[in-house]
């Protein structure tokens, strides 16, 4: 018995003092082989614009392949749940809007703990805003206002899916704004423009909207960001307009499994703040009227708390359900 | 419509479709077609499916221009096999076999097959012309189409997958919902609620397309072939004189014209395509012919009009694909899906946005079709050898094909059990006399339709008159109501009957 005994306790210490100098190599070393970016939505997507280039930039950086795996589906929830489950060794990393991880979770059972992922840096906020069909009449954001109060449920906004950020933002709208609009859900941004041009909806608040706006047949009527849009120098911001604290972006990120070494995350963070300095990445970011926040892993982090701590309230106040 | 701005569209497709690479992809296309046309058990959905990761390495242009080779390569090559050996390579080649394979018997194998190809030939090249007079007019009225029209649209095609089906109609309406129920797992869009998902990941977004059709057509087709002894009686007698005498040719330009501009107008149904043209077509061609009951004896009448219409068929059904972004079967889904691939969401505002994507996949179907007519003609021969190889090797290779197809797509081990699960199911179905086709458009349409209906109640504040009050969807739902009404009328569901025995 006690041999048996020592002998477990031998290996088992043999174990051990084998394992923790092989791991920390392992994360020095990082990344020693091509890392999966797994984007949860299908290609083509806001997700897919922001993720490609910096998959080919973070190739470069670190010569090792970061190779995007589309993993589309249940609002994110399936690829999301795949880097949940995948082993925390820092090649199996996700690329996601926040809605995923900050507005998902507080709508409905969400197969993650979303509070366990590791924030490795933020990559990108698309900046666009409310915009309106051109044939429906108003052009400014208070003549929108004043329409919809005139005619309570007439309007209506598509977005890109239940318990996404733009499903949220007009949910957003509706409480601050008190007027009513009413929501309609699709598969995907692209599937809810093809009804928002003809008018069947009259509203969205997605970047695919932008080039329509600048066609005229939507007008924008605001900015959801901290600061104006680059091309629209003229479109007032929400906290502008007279409702602050609203101007939440429709902000993107990588995100190690739960449980990964933070020095990996750190690695990560050190190589993406550089990159977001270039003018190669801000330019390609730009043409997909997506803004570039510089953040270290502790920041991204607050961030992020604040953001989720910023969705539950609304949902609460504003009592929004999925039904 | 402005001819100058049809020529100026041909010509920016010409640009696009007569690059080196595109010519190349369209062959390639052609040739994979043709292959998987010959060979019977693979049709080109599965091929579809099995080479849609590979195009994502590929230029959107050059993978869509493949993509559509590879079907309308599909219709001239199963008319390869339906006329030597009796065996439909594909569903649409099913009437050819009747004429086409007795012909060959009496040693009239190479006129039958000279007409099959000129036929499509011919067909191919009045739909290149159709899709392109005509896709921009529709896809302006598409623009037009609110949910509720959408919805009714898709009523429609469900009821033409019903009134095409072969066998008894109590079979296909249980088809239809059997596939529309297979449709409606996963998450419901307006709720968000789960649905028959039983805590499987991999269903959380419904089942996929592709292992449902792979198992039940090409899965299925095996285990079928394999349960009854080989049955392939090539013909012995040589193909000589492969090209057709002035009396055929002078006998077959009614047939051509008359089932290219039948297959041209049922292709563009939703439901349509292929299958439904060449049975009208053969259907047709025995009506107006002066000796009916020669009609399955080799006449030369039966096989080049079904197979014109086929083709044409195959084409126009691009149509409502390339302006509505509806599949209105099987192979356009798998467009679709590659399309999606690219980026590229299939809509009203494909032609606007890509305009040389758009018009160089159109001009290519041209290039693709002399390609083919090259192609086909003088290799007829070895396209039957291919049919010597063992069916033992044959089944593997595609069993093979299917699985790292299927794994291939969402990388998920879990998909290829599914396969298994819907080859037994669609094994069952060939059993029980019931035809798989209904359920797959069911499969499709179904879930479409829920979120279509849905959001036409959403914005119209739950009024169902909406479906109603709009033009468009009225007359689409009337269309449907008079078909349904048809079918279930004893003395045309007789006809029907005897239509499709035949």
């Known amino acids: 018995m006690r041999r048996r005994e020592f002998l477990t306790m031998a290996g088992a210490a043999a174990v051990t003092s084998f394992s923790i100098p092989r791991a920390t190599a392992q994360v020095a070393n990082w990344p020693e082989r091509p890392v999966r970016c797994i984007i949860p939505y299908a290609p083509g997507g806001g997700s897919d614009l922001i993720g490609r280039p910096w998959a080919e930039a973070l190739s470069q950086t670190f010569g090792q392949q970061f190779v995007v795996e589309n993993r589309g589906g249940a609002g994110g929830m399936i690829g999301t749940e795949a880097v949940a489950k995948a082993p925390p060794d820092g090649y199996t990393l996700l690329a996601t809007p926040g809605a995923t991880l900050t507005v998902l979770p507080h709508l409905r059972k969400a197969p993650y703990d979303a509070t366990k992922f590791v924030p ?85 608040n997605e970047i695919n909207n932008i080039p329509h706006v600048k066609a005229g047949k939507l007008h924008l009527l605001n900015i959801n960001d901290t600061q104006r ?95 | 419509m402005a001819l100058d701005g049809l020529l100026a569209n041909l010509a920016l497709g010409l640009s696009v479709a007569a690059t080196m690479q595109n010519l190349m992809w369209c062959l390639m296309g052609a040739v994979i077609g043709t292959a998987v046309g010959v060979l019977p058990g693979v049709g080109p959905v599965a091929t579809m499916a099995l080479l849609l990761p590979v195009t994502y390495v590929l230029p959107a242009d050059g993978a869509l221009i493949m993509l559509a080779g590879i079907y309308y390569g599909a219709q001239y090559g199963g008319s390869t096999t339906a006329i030597l050996v009796n065996l439909p390579g594909e569903s649409s080649s099913v009437v050819t076999t009747l004429d086409g394979y007795q012909m060959a018997r009496q040693g009239r194998a190479g006129p039958a097959l000279a007409i099959a190809a000129i036929g499509s030939f011919f067909a191919g090249c009045v739909a290149t012309i159709l899709i392109a007079a005509a896709a921009p007019p ?80 090409g899965i299925a087709e095996i285990i079928a072939n394999l349960t009854n002894p080989e049955r392939r009686d090539l013909v012995s007698s040589k193909v000589s004189n492969l090209w057709p005498s002035r009396e055929d040719f002078r006998r077959s330009r009614g047939p051509i014209l008359r089932g290219t501009i039948l297959g041209s107008v049922l292709g563009l ?50 149509i409502p694909m390339l302006t509505l972004g ?149 007359a689409f739902l009337v269309l449907a109501g008079i078909l349904l009404l048809l079918v279930v009328l004893p003395a045309i569901r007789k006809g029907r009957e005897t239509a499709f025995q035949e």
């Open chain 1, 120 to 204: 490795c840096g933020r990559t990108g906020d698309f900046v666009t805003g409310f915009s309106i069909n051109a044939q429906v009449g108003p052009k400014t954001f208070a003549e929108m206002l004043d329409y919809a109060k005139k005619n309570p449920g007439k309007l209506s906004y598509g977005s890109a899916g239940l318990a996404t950020a733009t499903h949220l933002r007009l949910e957003m709208l509706k409480f601050k704004a008190g007027i009513d609009i009413l929501h309609v859900p699709y598969r995907g941004s692209a599937d809810a423009l093809n009804d928002l041009l003809p008018n069947n909806v009259q509203m969205m």
């Open chain 1, 229 to 323: 849009h680059w091309d629209f120098p003229d479109i007032p911001t929400l906290t502008e307009l007279g409702y602050p604290d609203s101007d939440v972006p429709i902000w993107y990120s990588i995100q190690g499994p739960p449980g990964m070494p933070q020095e990996i995350a750190e690695k990560l963070n050190a190589a993406m703040v550089k990159l977001a300095q270039t003018d190669d990445m801000k330019s390609k970011l730009r043409a997909v009227s997506a803004s570039l926040p510089v953040q270290s892993t502790k920041q991204v982090a607050e961030f992020f708390a604040a953001d989720s701590q910023r969705n539950a309230d609304l949902i609460k106040a504003a009592k929004v359900k999925l039904e």
């Open chain 2, 138 to 217: 529709l896809t302006r009225l598409a623009q037009q189409f609110a949910p509720a029209d959408y919805f009714s649209l898709m009523v429609l095609g469900l009821v033409f997958s019903i009134v095409l089906a072969r066998g008894s109609i109590i079979k296909a309406f249980g088809m239809v919902f059997l596939g529309m129920l297979l449709g409606l797992v996963g998450t419901d869009v307006n709720t968000g609620n789960l649905r028959f998902t039983f805590g499987i990941s991999d269903l959380f977004d419904g089942l996929g397309f592709v292992p449902l059709a792979m198992g039940i057509f």
């Open chain 2, 269 to 318: 149904l939703p439901g349509g395509g292929a299958v439904l043209g060449s049975f009208s077509a053969y259907t047709l061609e025995k009506k107006v012919s002066k000796t009916p009951e020669k009609f399955g004896t080799g006449m030369i009448e039966g096989v080049a009009g079904p197979e014109s219409a086929n083709n044409a068929a195959a084409q126009t059904s691009f």
């Open chain 2, 326 to 474: 509806i599949p209105s079967n099987a192979v356009m889904a798998m467009m679709i899906g590659g399309m999606m691939i690219h980026g590229i969401i299939p809509g009203p505002q494909v032609m606007e946005q890509r305009p040389g994507l758009f018009w160089g996949m159109i001009v290519s179907m041209w290039f693709g079709n002399l390609m083919l007519i090259i192609l086909n003609l003088p290799m007829i021969g070895l396209w039957v050898r291919l049919l010597l190889v063992p069916y033992r090797l044959l089944a593997i290779a595609v069993l093979f094909f299917c699985c790292i197809g299927v794994y291939s797509l969402n990388n998920s081990a879990n998909e290829v059990l599914f396969i298994a699960g819907f080859g037994l199911l669609g094994y069952l179905l060939i059993k029980l006399d019931c035809e798989p086709a209904p359920l797959l458009l069911g499969f499709i349409l179904g879930p479409m339709m829920e979120v279509y209906m849905r959001r036409a109640m959403l914005l119209s504040r739950g009024d169902p008159w909406v479906f109603f009050q709009r033009p468009l969807s009225f």
